[in-house]
């Protein structure tokens, strides 16, 4: 399980990852106020990057932080627990460069060329790519919030869910995230002491019909009764909650399988049709609430009977 230290490391490399994204997304945008947005957040990412080594290597402590950034790059540069293992920051002279444009921007409105767009796209992503590789062993254009989850078969299926997203394929995509999120709720449904999971109404063997619609109807109000507490006891948004239902398909859990059904109202209804932006949205909501769960020190994970179901997975 990750430790609460690494938790923090890793949002800050993921925040320094965002910053990176938005200052892309303003750079290729016309218009001044998105050149100087894009120049300060191409900065940001850096200076959140290297604020991330100072306190991983316990260069400084966090409440020490507030430092001119050429001390910030001397002071890693010289750390000896660092030179002894021959790391030295990349690219020195451009991303000093960037912070001159940078502090032009802040501190009096300038607006950048669009000639110098291109160069600190190029410089920033190089720079980025080479200190999470260098100081963290990550991969800057595969790093994401998946790496912030502990347990590797909900990792794989998040990843397996970001998969089908890219290719387009929501429905799958929609699969992989909701089956992810309601392995994850096992965790807190022990805690609490609430079983979600039942066994499908078939395999109880009931033989009368009217008793198993009965006994199917008594299960159903049951199982949504404590899917809501669980759920809500964590802080979760009961809107967003409402929306994650509305988007993503039914799961019926048997013993060591389960079967994914797909309501009509995610097909058909108003404002819940499969969307790239309403399968981008269950994906993030997703994962946000297993780091959220991680976080009040419960260790969400794949059930152990259905490990075998993940460890099948192509990824």
Not at 20 to 30: E, R, T
Not at 176 to 199: C, E, G, M, Q
């Amino acid at each position: 399980m990750i430790n609460t230290e690494e938790k923090l490391n890793l949002r800050r490399l993921l925040l320094c990852k965002q910053l990176y994204k938005h200052a892309l997304n303003h750079s290729y945008q016309k218009g001044a106020i998105n050149k100087m947005i894009a120049v300060h957040n191409f900065h940001n990412s850096i200076e959140i990057l290297l604020k991330a080594i100072v306190l991983k290597y316990e260069i400084r402590g966090e409440k020490q932080l507030n430092i001119e950034f050429e001390v910030l790059l001397t002071e890693i540069d010289k750390f000896e627990g660092l030179k002894s293992k021959n790391l030295k920051l990349s690219y020195r002279q451009d991303i000093r460069n960037l912070n001159q444009s940078r502090n032009l921007v802040q501190h009096h409105a300038y607006e950048p060329e669009d000639s110098t767009m291109e160069l600190w796209r190029v410089i920033t992503k190089k720079f980025c790519t080479k200190t999470f590789n260098d100081y963290f062993d990550f991969d800057f254009e595969k790093f994401s919030s998946i790496d912030m989850i502990s347990d590797s078969n909900l990792k794989k299926l998040l990843k397996m869910s970001w998969k089908c997203f890219e290719e387009n394929d929501f429905k799958r995509s929609l699969h992989y995230s909701r089956v992810a999120f309601d392995f994850a709720l096992d965790s807190i449904s022990n805690i609490l002491s609430l079983k979600t999971y039942s066994p499908i109404i078939d395999d109880l063997n009931i033989q009368n019909e009217e008793t198993q619609k009965a006994v199917s109807y008594l299960q159903n109000e049951i199982l949504n009764s404590k899917y809501f507490a669980s759920v809500l006891s964590t802080g979760t948004s009961f809107i967003e909650l409402l929306k994650f239902e509305n988007w993503t398909p039914r799961i019926l859990f048997g013993e060591s399988t389960y079967i994914i059904h797909f309501a009509s109202n995610t097909e058909t209804a108003p404002g819940y049709e499969i969307t790239k932006e309403s399968t981008n949205w269950v994906f993030d909501f997703t994962i946000e609430q297993i780091i959220n769960w991680q976080l009040y020190g419960i260790d969400p994970k794949v059930p152990a009977r259905y490990e075998k179901l993940v460890t099948k997975i192509e990824e």
